[in-house]
């Protein structure tokens, strides 16, 4: 596609739940950025791949939380028994460089509502 | 994060005025530095960027200079429209693979 895509656009939980959050990067992108942006906030980095491979996971805030890139192109975010801190707008990012001065093109993001 | 420091909004302006948004960075090393604007119901969007110093970034009439002494990465436009009404990211790369964002300077242009 033209742009990286986020999918759903909107998730409604209740506490508990598990969630899974897809994101097709632009095509060739080497680079996938995960990040979490509060409301009011800026978006803050969770985790980064280059192409299949979980380079970074430093910024995943519990073990609850685990993304996955099997085949180097679409990853999933996946949240175990989500909580209400949960609450957030995910975005995802891509690059096509290895390196991350680069620029990053990011989705709509999903906006996660945790009841 | 902590990273970036960018002045709290929200900022409203009528049409046609100047507008300046202030970002400071702390950083070991020569980040690239960003301007990312997002619309509403939108994703980020690349605005501009400047990967050394005394680079000026552009586009769409915004301006940003990357000042190494004074650790900055100002945004300004001259002359403002009620469709540059957004929140404004300002943003630096680390020596790691992650972005680091200001919390976002919201504008409301009116007519």
């Known amino acids: 596609g033209a742009g990286v895509s986020q999918s759903p656009r909107y998730k409604v939980a209740k506490r508990g739940q598990d969630v899974a959050l897809r994101c097709d990067p632009i095509?060739?992108?080497?680079?996938l950025f995960w990040y979490q942006q509060a409301l009011g906030q800026g978006p803050e980095f969770l985790t980064y791949?280059?192409?299949?491979?979980?380079?970074?996971k430093s910024g995943l805030p519990s073990d609850r939380f685990f993304a996955e890139r099997p085949e180097g192109s679409v990853s999933t975010l996946k949240i175990q028994r989500t909580q209400q801190e949960d609450s957030a707008v995910y975005l995802c990012?891509?690059?096509?460089?290895?390196?991350?001065?680069?620029?990053?093109?990011f989705g709509a993001g999903t906006r996660l509502s945790v009841l | 994060g902590d990273s970036v420091t960018q002045m709290e909004g929200p900022v409203t302006l009528s049409e046609e005025a100047f507008l300046t948004i202030n970002c400071t960075y702390t950083?070991?090393?020569?980040?690239?530095l960003f301007w990312y604007v997002q619309y509403p119901g939108e994703g980020l969007q690349l605005l501009l960027k400047?990967?050394?110093?005394?680079d000026k970034g552009s586009n769409k009439g915004f301006e940003a200079t990357y000042r190494k002494e004074t650790t900055s990465f100002h945004l300004e436009k001259g002359s403002v429209q009620v469709s540059d009404s957004a929140v404004y990211f300002c943003?630096?790369?680390?020596?790691?693979?992650?972005?680091?964002f200001g919390t976002g300077t919201s504008l409301t242009v009116i007519p």
């Open positions: 990012a891509s690059s096509w460089q290895r390196v991350a001065k680069n620029i990053q093109y």
């Open positions: 095509s060739g992108h080497v680079s």
């Open positions: 791949f280059q192409n299949e491979a979980q380079l970074d």
């Open positions: 950083a070991t090393g020569y980040p690239s």
């Open positions: 400047a990967t050394k110093a005394d």
């Open positions: 943003a630096r790369s680390s020596t790691g693979n992650q972005f680091y």
